[in-house]
């Protein structure tokens, strides 16, 4: 239907793309400073040369901005609202942790402009980022109230009956249906749950995501007590540091099976707009989950500065030392290690090492804060 040799850029931009439900508006992606003519011509034209010459660009970024009150979650907020369930204890002593999840559909703001028709679980993409600890009993009752049959698949370790896969066990839940999920929660690490209903791809991308963060229990692991008791959510040596947590998601808003935006935590240039602040005498972990469909590979890229990684974050010791870019098939996550110490104050870029990635969105920075030094 369209001509794959005509940026996809330029049908957000001319509004060429179809099915109104998907695209309720255009996005003018350019410089901050340029009210969006950025690089196009008014005919629509890509060319070499600015528009406007001699305006100092910023940047490829967004114009306008995102109602996240209408969406029902901020981007934001995400990075550190971790969903830790109801807590209580066992006959034998374990701790269970409760958790609710509701498939809904939802239209949801993508890019200032951009409406995407998405099933989500909760009413949000991604999902609530469940965390618990090595070892915890795991109980998420399940409540398909969408239009479309689904699961919940987590990764990590469990039984056949609670994969969340079709033919398995309960296999999928039907609209109107319910199923209650548990397990221990183990190994710790990175973790993510999906959707698996079939087809695959439909459902995963449409927003049925979401981050599964197991801590490790310092007690198991002598040999690292200190390192695993600063991954526990609660204790002093966890508050030493500053934990964000990343999706990195891309969305088909006209369903030609090819992404139009792409972001971290949904929401195109939301950390460029409004950087993320960075305390400069705290280190950084940040867990990263890649559930970009369509394309077979994401990527983070720090601008800067280097990072220790932890591949799926399931050893308490780095995998990958002293690196600035890490790529993740889907599905793939990790641990990331950084710190700011000594760094004057300012904006660090990060974002996809993908140039088209970044400039439909995965882009972003930290607002460094350095009470101690000047900007150079
Ligand atoms: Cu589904």
């Known amino acids: 239907m369209f001509d794959d040799k005509i940026p996809r850029k330029l049908f957000l931009k001319s509004g060429l793309i179809t099915g109104a439900s998907a695209l309720l508006g255009s ?32 940047g490829m970024t967004a114009i306008g901005k995102v109602d996240h009150e209408k969406n029902g979650f901020d981007p934001h ?11 209580s204890t066992l006959p034998n002593g374990q701790r269970l942790r409760e958790f609710q999840m509701i498939a809904v559909d939802k239209e949801i703001e993508v890019a200032p402009g951009i409406h995407f028709p998405a099933w989500t679980y909760n009413g949000r993409v991604p999902g609530p980022t469940m965390r618990c600890t090595e070892g915890d009993r795991v109980r998420v009752e399940f409540i398909n109230s969408g239009s479309h049959p689904h699961t919940i698949h987590f990764h990590g370790i469990h039984s056949a009956t609670m994969d969340g896969v079709p033919g398995n066990g309960p296999g999928i839940i039907n609209p ?19 959707c ?7 459902h995963m991308h449409k927003g049925l995501y979401g981050g599964f963060i197991v801590d490790p229990a310092p007690e198991n ?49 939301a950390y460029q707009q409004k950087p993320i602040p960075i305390k ?8 990263l989950v890649n559930v970009t469909e369509f394309d077979p590979i ?79």
Not at 247 to 268: K, L, Q, S
């Open 27 to 58: 996005i003018f992606f350019g410089s901050g400073d340029s009210q969006g003519v950025g690089e196009q011509s008014s005919e629509g034209v890509e060319t070499d040369e600015p528009a406007h010459p001699g305006v100092d660009h910023n």
């Open 298 to 376: 994401n990527s983070f890229h720090l601008h800067a500065n280097f990072f220790d990684y932890y591949d799926h974050g399931t050893t308490l010791y780095p995998t990958k030392e002293t690196i600035d870019t890490v790529m993740l098939c889907q599905a793939q996550r990790g641990i990331l290690e950084f710190s700011f110490e000594d760094f004057e104050p300012g904006r660090y870029m990060f974002h996809a090492h993908q140039a088209e990635f970044a400039e439909l969105g995965w882009m972003s920075f930290f607002e460094v804060i350095n009470e101690n030094k000047d900007v150079v």
């Open 77 to 87: 907020e995400m990075l550190t609202d971790w969903d830790t369930g109801k807590v």
């Open 176 to 194: 109107g249906e319910s199923f209650t999920y548990e397990f221990d929660a183990e190994p710790f690490g990175c973790h993510l749950y999906h």
């Open 280 to 287: 400069h005498d705290k280190p950084t972990r940040v867990y």
């Open 221 to 269: 692991h002598p040999e690292f007590e200190e390192v695993a008791r600063s991954r526990l959510l609660g204790t002093p040596e966890n508050e030493e540091w500053q934990e964000l947590f990343m999706v990195m998601n891309g969305f088909d808003t006209n369903f030609d099976a090819d992404n139009e935006i792409y972001a971290a935590n949904t929401v195109a240039f």
């Open 196 to 202: 698996h209903s079939m087809p695959l791809k439909r």
